[in-house]
């Protein structure tokens, strides 16, 4: 979605501009691993140990590549990061309707940049379902009541996505190309 206003935008001038953007998403993808990092960590290792998985990410030879030109993939990557860390957010504190909109529009921008995340964050998403169910630690969050939050962010991030799915199935006959 926004990804992909920004990718015919980069298209439209020279491609400096969109470059720049692309490499400004860079670091956010960065800063949302850095933040998954911490939350599933001792705090007692944050300071040392926090910037770790970015540079890891950084060492994976494609990601340079796409964080300086104008690709989709860091958009995309963005969205999932979000996905995920909303879910272990939930798990750990409950849930709240606030980070399942931001959520819902993760999952959204994620299925519609590209059509071959919706197999993963299906999958995500039944793994955080049955996280969900048999976490008791946050009262009100798990169980039956859980699970019915977890289908409706779902639906949320289906209907956030659906004008892109509309405009595919209208264009190729594939609302998911």
Sequence with gaps: MLGEMHFMAALTGDGESGRLIHFAWLFICLGLITALFK??????????????????????????????WCFIDMFMTAYFLGFVLIAGISLKRGFSWRLALIQAFCIGGCISTKYTMLPLIGILGIIWMLLTSFNRKPRDTGG??????????????LVMGSIWYLRNACWTGNPFY
């Design 144 to 157: 039956a009541a859980g699970c019915l939050r977890i289908i409706m962010t779902g639906v949320g991030g």
């Design 39 to 68: 939350m599933f960590n001792r705090p007692e290792n944050h300071d040392r140990l926090s910037l770790l998985p970015a540079m890891g990410f950084l060492l994976i030879p494609s990601v340079p590549i796409l964080g300086a």
